[in-house]
């Protein structure tokens, strides 16, 4: 497929056949051994699935605002290379607040990237969703609020650290 | 703004993510498998009380757990009231939601290996530097 600028696109195709096929295989060969442990493997995961579908759908719904919103330039200009420290607050930021299990995000960071987002910030990202705010009541009540505070803090300060490495790695390449 | 556009915006999201259906359902139904075959007892009894080699052992324990958080709170709790060292536990529930072995091929179809190779070892690195300093701190603090 040739865009308007000229890039040739690779034709989009399924992802994760053959994962998805070698899954379904274990889940054979183990209801085979264990078939209450399996079905009960089962069950979670359609209580996952149904746990994540409203975060599924949050998130194509970001995507498609996002899409219809913002060109690869407006996105270069928040998130990209020369976007400084608003660029790594935004990163740090949607990293805390954002919600479900970190493999739902990939698509919409996939997406950014191309749009020229820089790894950086992806890795910034993914590391501050180690903070799950929902759940901090739970951690200091378990190990304390010197404890909560601190990791939290060394959290924030790792999660850049990577981001500018990778930065520095990228530059480097 | 036209109406088309945003259509159009929203379709691509759509067909984005069901490109991607096939292994988001592998992922999940790994999960679970994980969930139920991986006990806390099973990763309770890898911990040995020698504070380097725990550390470890909670750092990659952690990495090959999925769950909840909340799961890897009951764990610590657990391994702390069993005079488990603060790294161990620390690595341990900073691993479980840093690294995440069960989507590794996710990651790696999506960003590439280059990608996936440099933020997981990267990730696992800053689990045992964040431990070190989280400890050191709270022993400094109190």
Same mark, same amino acid.
């Given at each position: ?5 000229? *890039? ?11 994962? +998805?096929?070698?899954?379904? +295989? ?23 699935? =149904? ?19 913002? *060109? ?7 998130? @990209? ?7 790594? +607050? ?19 960071? #996939? ?5 020229? #987002? ?17 759940? =901090? ?6 190990? @304390? ?29 | ?18 490109? *991607? ?8 139904? =790994? ?45 610590? @709790?657990?391994?702390?009231? *069993? ?18 072995? #069960? ?34 701190? +709270?022993?400094?603090?109190?």
């Amino acid at each position: 497929m040739i865009t308007k600028t000229g *890039n040739t696109q690779p034709k989009a195709k399924l992802s994760g056949r053959y994962l +998805l096929l070698l899954v379904a +295989l274990s889940y054979a060969l183990l209801y085979c051994y264990y078939p209450d442990k399996t079905l009960q493997a089962l069950l979670k995961s359609l209580s996952t699935l =149904l746990h994540l579908l409203p975060v599924f759908l949050a998130v194509i719904v970001l995507m498609g605002i996002f899409t219809a919103l913002m *060109n690869a330039k407006k996105v270069s200009k928040l998130l @990209g290379k020369q976007s400084g420290l608003r660029g790594w +607050l935004i990163a740090l930021i949607g990293g805390i607040l954002s919600h479900g299990s970190s493999y739902i995000w990939y698509q919409m960071l #996939v997406d950014l990237r191309k749009q020229k #987002v820089s790894d950086g910030l992806i890795v910034t990202f993914l590391y501050t969703r180690a903070i799950k705010l929902p759940w =901090l009541p739970l951690m200091v009540s378990y190990f @304390g609020y010197a404890f909560t505070v601190i990791l939290m803090f060394y959290i924030i300060i790792g999660a850049l650290a990577q981001g500018l490495i990778v930065e520095k790695l990228s530059s480097q390449n | 703004m036209q109406l088309s556009t945003f259509i159009l915006a929203f379709y691509k999201s759509v067909k984005g993510f069901a490109l *991607n259906l096939p292994m988001l359902t592998g992922i999940i139904l =790994l999960t679970g498998l994980f969930e139920v075959f991986i006990t806390p007892e099973m990763l309770s009894s890898l911990f040995s009380g020698r504070p380097f080699y725990d550390t470890l052992i909670g750092t990659i324990s952690g990495g090959i757990s999925v769950g909840q958080p909340f799961v890897s709170y009951l764990i610590g @709790g657990e391994l702390l009231d *069993n005079d488990m060292s603060y790294y161990a536990v620390t690595a341990f529930i900073l691993s479980w939601v840093t690294l995440g072995i #069960v989507q590794l091929p996710y990651e790696y179809s999506l960003f590439g290996g280059r990608f996936t190779l440099i933020r997981n070892l990267l990730a696992f690195i800053f689990v045992l530097l964040i431990s070190f300093a989280t400890v050191q701190t +709270l022993q400094l603090q109190a």
